[in-house]
């Protein structure tokens, strides 16, 4: 009488990824992180802190304490729209950067794209109000944070993207000689 069982072929292809998909996976997931970082930092700014925002002390010289005084419903509106931004920053943050760790990290390239188009998307609707000079702003503490990540991420997702297109190096975790 037989025992044996139906089993996993334990010969199956596995892609073992190379470095760069690696670690431009671990840079957009940093960037995602980063990007989390700063939404939360304009949260907090929207109930303890002194401005609008980073960067932003006043709009045109009235504080925030001076509008409420001029009209609670207007600061009520701008901390409204400040809660959320936040909150459509960090949402993107989380989405970008499980994309890239969990996604990009194993090889997807749907992952990295969508990763990429929700990180564009949002960087391209946001930044160019800031160089219309509607409102004083002091552009390293506004705007530097922001940029920085986007760096980080634009570098990992061109160092991922690099190595997801290059042939992959096939390896079979029971043969030694590889196929």
Do not use: C, K
């Not at 000079?133 to 002091?138: K, S």
């Not at 705007?143 to 290059?166: E, K, N, S």
């Amino acid at each position: 009488m037989s025992t044996d069982q139906a089993t996993v072929d334990h010969h199956e292809t596995d892609y073992e990824l190379g470095r760069s998909v690696r670690t431009g996976a671990l840079l957009m997931a940093l960037a995602g992180v980063a990007f989390v970082g700063y939404g939360v930092v304009f949260l907090a700014r929207t109930f303890f802190g002194t401005g609008f925002e980073l960067g932003v002390a006043t709009l045109n010289g009235i504080t925030p304490a001076e509008l409420n005084a001029i009209d609670p419903a207007i600061m009520h509106y701008i901390n409204h729209l400040h809660v959320a931004t936040a909150a459509f920053i960090i949402a993107t943050g989380i989405a970008v950067a499980a994309l890239a760790w969990y996604g990009v990290r194993a090889g997807l390239l749907w992952a990295w794209a969508t990763a990429v188009v929700a990180a564009v998307t949002g960087l391209a609707l946001a930044l160019p109000m800031h160089y219309m000079d509607l409102f004083a702003h002091e552009w390293l503490t506004h705007l530097g944070p922001i940029y920085l990540a986007t760096i980080v991420f634009v570098a990992g997702a061109a160092l991922a993207f690099r190595g997801l297109r290059a042939d992959p190096q096939l390896s079979d975790p029971g043969d030694d000689a590889g196929v």
